[in-house]
């Protein structure tokens, strides 16, 4: 059976790589007598893969990992025993029966939730005009950026990846188109607006933080995001 | 909440950040207000080295057993870090607390390796510790060292404020009781070092003063302090089995070079190999029971999770019951779990388990024969025969393996132009026995012979401790008639030849064997940004060969002088078992290319029964 499994990664756990956290969870699976599936061959592996994988440095309570097991107690069960095995900053959120057939977690992957906010210390002067400017030069048609591709620099209009755009309380809620196709790093929003003001963005002055992600299930009029997790259904 | 030491923007500004940060699981945190002694154990080199190092976890696990202690683990900053601490005036921290190095009761550096001395430095001055032990206050921890390279503590003996000789299972319990005694009763730094002298396998070199002949050689070690004894002798645990040793190892969340959990089933050695230091100190032969074994094994995997196991020791094959563990092992191991077998000797019996953990296609097979001809291997007492490498080979190529490591080494004594090339033959009828042994239809691509030479530095405590060493040319030129003669090997195409750089040997040979004048030519190269020495991309000769220069020390006095058997090393104040008077005799033997049998055919007498257990009362 298939299991997506949503998990945070918070606190000094956000200066752990990416296949560092795939290390981490293969061991939590041994250490709580996971029944996982293993893949033929002389170094069987475990069945486990990954969505998006986050920066160094930024912080989630929306990652998403699918697994293969033969056997799974009820999603209660199994959220509490991976928690007794984990440390601080990788809580287990979600243990879900994926239907036969569903997408992985990274083939699915269509959109996330982040919020920005300044990192002390390097807040502009004037936050909240910052914000207003900030959400203004959202607001606009069309924002063009400078990709590099393989062969070239290319411009692309970043502005119909921003799916969503909130301002309170000093920072920013933001959804954004992701995954293979259409990719959006929320910084690239930002650096956009620093260029545009002929400002330069300092590397740390960003605390990006993924709140949930999304696959789509709409069609080419119109979006329809489902969370990654609201694919699998509970075990009761 | 914890806080760490290094905030957002310097861990995002160096590589590897997790290094860094503790926390991993079995990760042992307690709170510091509720221990009387914080203990900073400090393999001296980068996370990934320390980590995988089974000394530390033991000591992590015996010192966190005590209530009263709080053992954290610190090791070195690698340069990006390094020199962000220095440029940001960071104070070297441990890993669980985050706290500062310099507010421990102790500081224990573990010594594994010649190579790491300008980062014992390193370590001590990021700390903000004063690198002469002489120089420190009340206000520092009290740095220990222990570890293999101590067997010769005196080119470091003055950064230490006491040495620990032998196994740390031994005597840390008094030790830490009169630390805790003494800080109770407000005494000093001295006062406790002096009532530290008089533990068991404890050496306060600032105790001691060494009075030189004119010639610069030793002419007698001082003890200057009451409490100083004249000899230390190492201590050891007899019984492994009632000694601690990991449940829960800590899990790394990187990447670390040993990514496993490590079982060490016996400790010492019966062979007797004339170079090798390990073979020497660790004496007598001490083996850990079958069930212990079974217990920590399955223990360690399930609250570790970690993917392999390996088995440790310096010889796996002499373990009574290797076949009951490997059996167990390959049983119970569960699924997705490695097991590996280093220092197996090559026989149907570790074949047929090599099959059953390997991928017989992509795993290799490695002999040491340490040197390529018989009268070689017969002068260090290495007791393998061509033959039964031969045969070793012969049943691997058979089993299905075409890949073969060969290690040897260069500049051994005696060591003359026929025993270099042997090397080069004895690879070369390796190959041949390949083609006759496995049909050519039945060959699964060609046959790989790697061949590899380090050259030779003699440890003291081995018999060997009185050779002489060469200069890097004469290294280098070594390797070349090996090079040479394999191109014209009639096999040469299935033979691959690499060998070690030759100006580190001068150095290790340095410290090996050096006294006390050596400590300030590691100071002066540290000065001058020498670090991480063993990590081939920073060792910078020419810079020591300054450093040495420029405090006038001369090289070619610890390498190329003949030493007579009579001289007073820098080490005999240490009693490790073996008596001097043996290694001369095997000395002596090995001039005359004569093996000696190993401690289970016949006792040699070396001296390592006065501890009263292991191999020397097996009957």
Same mark, same amino acid.
């Given at each position: 059976?298939?299991?997506?499994?949503?998990?945070?990664?918070?606190?000094?756990?956000?200066?752990?790589?990416?296949?560092?956290?795939?290390?981490?969870?293969?061991?939590?699976?041994?250490?709580?007598?996971?029944?996982?599936?293993?893949?033929?061959?002389?170094?069987?592996?475990?069945?486990?893969?990954?969505?998006?994988?986050?920066?160094?440095?930024?912080?989630?309570?929306?990652?998403?990992?699918?697994?293969?097991?033969?056997?799974?107690?009820?999603?209660?069960?199994?959220?509490?025993?991976?928690?007794?095995?984990?440390?601080?900053?990788?809580?287990?959120?979600?243990?879900?029966?994926?239907?036969?057939?569903?997408?992985?977690?990274?083939?699915?992957?269509?959109?996330?939730?982040?919020?920005?906010?300044?990192?002390?210390?390097?807040?502009?002067?004037?936050?909240?005009?910052?914000?207003?400017?900030?959400?203004?030069?959202?607001?606009?048609?069309?924002?063009?950026?400078?990709?590099?591709?393989?062969?070239?620099?290319?411009?692309?209009?970043?502005?119909?990846?921003?799916?969503?755009?909130?301002?309170?309380?000093?920072?920013?809620?933001?959804?954004?188109?992701?995954?293979?196709?259409?990719?959006?790093?929320?910084?690239?929003?930002?650096?956009?607006?620093?260029?545009?003001?002929?400002?330069?963005?300092?590397?740390?002055?960003?605390?990006?933080?993924?709140?949930?992600?999304?696959?789509?299930?709409?069609?080419?009029?119109?979006?329809?995001?489902?969370?990654?997790?609201?694919?699998?259904?509970?075990?009761? | 909440?914890?806080?760490?030491?290094?905030?957002?923007?310097?861990?995002?500004?160096?590589?590897?950040?997790?290094?860094?940060?503790?926390?991993?699981?079995?990760?042992?945190?307690?709170?510091k207000d509720s221990v009387d002694i914080r203990f900073a154990i400090?393999?001296?080199?980068?996370?990934?080295?320390?980590?995988?190092?089974?000394?530390?976890?033991?000591?992590?696990?015996?010192f966190?057993?005590r209530q009263d202690t709080w053992c954290?683990?610190?090791?070195?900053?690698?340069?990006?870090?390094?020199?962000?601490?220095?440029?940001?005036?960071?104070?070297?921290?441990?890993?669980?607390?985050?706290?500062?190095v310099k507010n421990f009761d102790f500081l224990g550096?573990?010594?594994?390796?010649?190579?790491?001395?300008?980062?014992?430095?390193?370590?001590?001055?990021?700390?903000?510790i004063?690198?002469?032990a002489a120089?420190r206050t009340e206000e520092d921890p009290i740095v220990i060292g222990g570890?293999?390279?101590?067997?010769?503590?005196?080119?470091?003996?003055?950064?230490f404020d006491l040495f620990y000789?032998?196994?740390g299972?031994t005597s840390y319990d008094e030790l830490l009781d009169i630390y805790k005694e003494c800080k109770k009763q407000g005494k000093s730094r001295r006062a406790f070092l002096e009532a530290a002298a008089g533990v068991p396998g404890i050496y306060v070199p600032g105790f001691?003063?060494?009075?030189?002949?004119?010639?610069?050689?030793?002419?007698?070690?001082?003890?200057?302090n009451d409490h100083a004894p004249?000899?230390v002798?190492?201590?050891?645990?007899?019984?492994?089995?009632?000694?601690?040793?990991?449940?829960?190892?800590?899990?790394?969340?990187?990447?670390?070079?040993?990514?496993?959990?490590?079982?060490?089933?016996?400790?010492?050695?019966?062979?007797?190999?004339?170079?090798?230091?390990?073979?020497?100190?660790?004496?007598?032969?001490?083996?850990?029971?079958?069930?212990?074994?079974?217990?920590?094994?399955?223990?360690?995997?399930?609250?570790?999770?970690?993917?392999?196991?390996?088995?440790?020791?310096?010889?796996?094959?002499?373990?009574?019951?290797?076949?009951?563990?490997?059996?167990?092992?390959?049983?119970?191991?569960?699924?997705?779990?490695?097991?590996?077998?280093?220092?197996?000797?090559?026989?149907?019996?570790?074949?047929?388990?090599?099959?059953?953990?390997?991928?017989?296609?992509?795993?290799?097979?490695?002999?040491?024969?340490?040197?390529?001809?018989?009268?070689?291997?017969?002068?260090?007492?290495?007791?393998?025969?061509?033959?039964?490498?031969?045969?070793?080979?012969?049943?691997?190529?058979?089993?299905?393996?075409?890949?073969?490591?060969?290690?040897?080494?260069?500049?051994?004594?005696?060591?003359?132009? *026929?025993?270099?090339?042997?090397?080069? !033959?004895?690879?070369? $009828?390796? =190959?041949?026995?390949?083609? @006759?042994?496995?049909?050519? #239809?039945?060959?699964?691509?060609?046959?790989?012979?790697?061949?590899?030479?380090?050259?030779?530095?003699?440890?003291?405590?081995?018999?060997?401790?009185?050779?002489?060493?060469?200069?890097?040319?004469?290294?280098?030129?070594?390797?070349?008639?090996?090079?040479? *003669?394999?191109?014209?090997?009639?096999? !040469?195409?299935?033979? $691959?030849? =690499?060998?070690?750089?030759? @100006?580190?040997?001068?150095? #290790?040979?340095?410290?090996?064997?050096?006294?006390?004048?050596?400590?300030?030519?590691?100071?002066?190269?540290?000065?001058?940004?020498?670090?991480?020495?063993?990590?081939?991309?920073?060792?910078?000769?020419?810079?020591?060969?300054?450093?040495?220069?420029?405090?006038?020390?001369?090289?070619?006095?610890?390498?190329?002088?003949? $030493?007579?058997?009579?001289?007073?090393?820098?080490?005999?104040?240490?009693?490790?078992?073996?008596?001097?008077?043996?290694?001369?005799?095997?000395?002596?033997?090995?001039?005359?290319?004569?093996?000696?049998?190993?401690?289970?055919?016949?006792?040699?007498?070396?001296?390592?029964?006065?501890?009263?257990?292991?191999?020397?009362?097996?009957?």
């Open positions: 059976m298939k299991i997506r499994v949503k998990f945070t990664k918070e606190g000094d756990l956000k200066f752990i790589g990416h296949l560092d956290v795939m290390r981490f969870f293969q061991k939590v699976l041994r250490r709580a007598g996971v029944a996982i599936c293993y893949s033929a061959g002389f170094s069987p592996h475990q069945i486990m893969s990954f969505s998006a994988p986050l920066s160094l440095g930024l912080t989630s309570e929306g990652e998403y990992m699918d697994i293969e097991v033969s056997e799974s107690g009820s999603s209660a069960e199994m959220l509490a025993k991976l928690n007794a095995h984990t440390v601080d900053g990788i809580r287990v959120l979600s243990w879900r029966l994926l239907p036969d057939g569903a997408d992985n977690a990274m083939a699915g992957f269509a959109a996330a939730d982040y919020t920005v906010k300044f990192r002390p210390g390097y807040e502009p002067e004037d936050l909240a005009q910052f914000w207003t400017e900030f959400e203004a030069f959202c607001g606009q048609d069309e924002i063009m950026v400078e990709k590099q591709t393989k062969r070239s620099v290319k411009q692309i209009n970043i502005r119909p990846l921003i799916y969503q755009l909130k301002i309170s309380e000093g920072e920013v809620f933001m959804q954004v188109a992701s995954g293979s196709t259409n990719h959006l790093k929320p910084e690239m929003v930002f650096q956009a607006f620093y260029d545009s003001k002929g400002e330069e963005l300092s590397p740390f002055a960003l605390m990006i933080h993924r709140l949930e992600m999304y696959t789509d299930l709409g069609d080419e009029n119109e979006r329809k995001l489902v969370s990654l997790q609201d694919v699998g259904t509970d075990i009761l | 909440m914890r806080k760490l030491a290094l905030t957002d923007e310097q861990l995002l500004s160096i590589e590897k950040p997790a290094r860094y940060l503790g926390n991993e699981v079995n990760a042992v945190v307690k709170d400090c393999f001296p080199d980068v996370y990934e080295i320390g980590m995988s190092h089974l000394g530390i976890q033991i000591l992590y696990e015996m966190n057993r954290e683990r610190v090791y070195s900053p690698w340069n990006d870090l390094d020199k962000l601490m220095r440029e940001e005036h960071i104070p070297l921290f441990a890993l669980e607390s985050q706290d500062p550096i573990t010594i594994q390796y010649e190579m790491c001395y300008t980062n014992i430095l390193q370590v001590l001055d990021l700390a903000g004063p690198l002469s120089d570890g293999p390279c101590v067997y010769n503590p005196e080119p470091i003996a003055e950064f000789i032998g196994e299972e001691y003063e060494i009075k030189y002949n004119e010639d610069g050689t030793i002419d007698e070690m001082v003890a200057i004249a000899t002798r190492k201590v050891i645990a007899l019984d492994l089995d009632h000694v601690p040793y990991p449940d829960k190892p800590i899990v790394p969340f990187m990447k670390v070079t040993q990514d496993r959990v490590v079982l060490e089933i016996q400790r010492g050695c019966i062979r007797g190999c004339r170079f090798c230091q390990a073979g020497m100190v660790y004496r007598p032969v001490r083996e850990r029971n079958i069930d212990f074994l079974k217990e920590k094994a399955a223990n360690m995997l399930k609250n570790s999770g970690q993917e392999e196991i390996s088995l440790s020791s310096l010889s796996s094959s002499d373990y009574s019951h290797l076949a009951d563990i490997v059996n167990f092992l390959i049983e119970n191991k569960g699924t997705g779990v490695n097991i590996s077998l280093p220092s197996l000797r090559i026989d149907a019996f570790s074949l047929d388990v090599m099959s059953k953990v390997q991928d017989v296609r992509k795993s290799s097979i490695t002999f040491a024969p340490e040197a390529g001809t018989q009268r070689m291997r017969d002068t260090i007492n290495k007791g393998l025969t061509e033959e039964v490498i031969m045969s070793g080979a012969a049943e691997a190529f058979r089993g299905g393996w075409n890949k073969v490591k060969l290690y040897f080494m260069l500049g051994l004594p005696t060591e003359t132009e *026929a025993d270099m090339e042997g090397i080069s !033959h004895l690879a070369n $009828r390796m =190959a041949a026995v390949y083609f @006759d042994e496995v049909p050519k #239809e039945k060959r699964n691509g060609r046959v790989q012979i790697n061949v590899s030479t380090s050259f030779f530095i003699p440890k003291p405590f081995t018999p060997l401790q009185w050779a002489v060493m060469y200069t890097p040319e004469e290294y280098e030129r070594r390797a070349r008639v090996v090079s040479t *003669a394999m191109k014209g090997e009639l096999n !040469h195409k299935s033979l $691959r030849y =690499a060998w070690h750089d030759a @100006d580190v040997t001068i150095l #290790e040979g340095v410290f090996a064997r050096g006294d006390r004048k050596v400590a300030k030519g590691i100071r002066r190269a540290y000065e001058m940004g020498c670090l991480f020495d063993s990590w081939t991309e920073n060792f910078d000769y020419q810079k020591w060969l300054k450093a040495f220069e420029e405090v006038g020390l001369d090289i070619d006095f610890y390498t190329m002088r003949e $030493r007579s058997l009579e001289e007073v090393f820098p080490w005999d104040f240490i009693d490790a078992g073996v008596t001097k008077n043996f290694l001369k005799r095997e000395w002596n033997r090995a001039m005359e290319a004569k093996v000696s049998p190993n401690c289970r055919a016949q006792c040699q007498g070396c001296g390592a029964a006065t501890f009263g257990g292991g191999v020397c009362f097996e009957n």
